[in-house]
């Protein structure tokens, strides 16, 4: 038989806690410091070295050349012309990214930006391919 003492203790010693769950989805969730979220892409500091889709286990990402590059550097007289700095799109394919942050901590310009966006359910799979331009 269980002790009338020890159980009332118990419920007094519950009542003052912390509750163990969160009111998620009714309260934003707060994820810890190093929760490893999505990958945001950006595009001005990508030099398209490809090194992160090299990395990728899961095949995730994809860098490409950008349809719309912009215009060359006026050139300056005296100085040979300098070369049009290009411009990437990363293509992420969050269905298949297992959030290792392998592409972000191996991108030498930190053209990844890692965050700690969750939410990223979706019934269709297309929603699950981020276009970044």
Known sequence: MANPGRIFSEVIKHLFKEPATSAYPFAPAKPMKDFRGRIDFDSPKCIGCQMCVRVCPAKAIEI??????????????????????????????????????????????DALVKTQDFELASTDRNALLRHYK
Request: hydrophobic share 35%.
């Open 64 to 109: 490409k050349l950008s349809a719309e590059q912009p215009p060359a550097p006026a050139p300056v007289e005296g100085q040979p012309a300098a070369p049009a700095k290009r411009k990437f799109d990363c293509f992420m394919y969050l269905g298949r990214c297992v959030f290792c942050w392998q592409c972000a901590d191996t991108c030498p310009k």
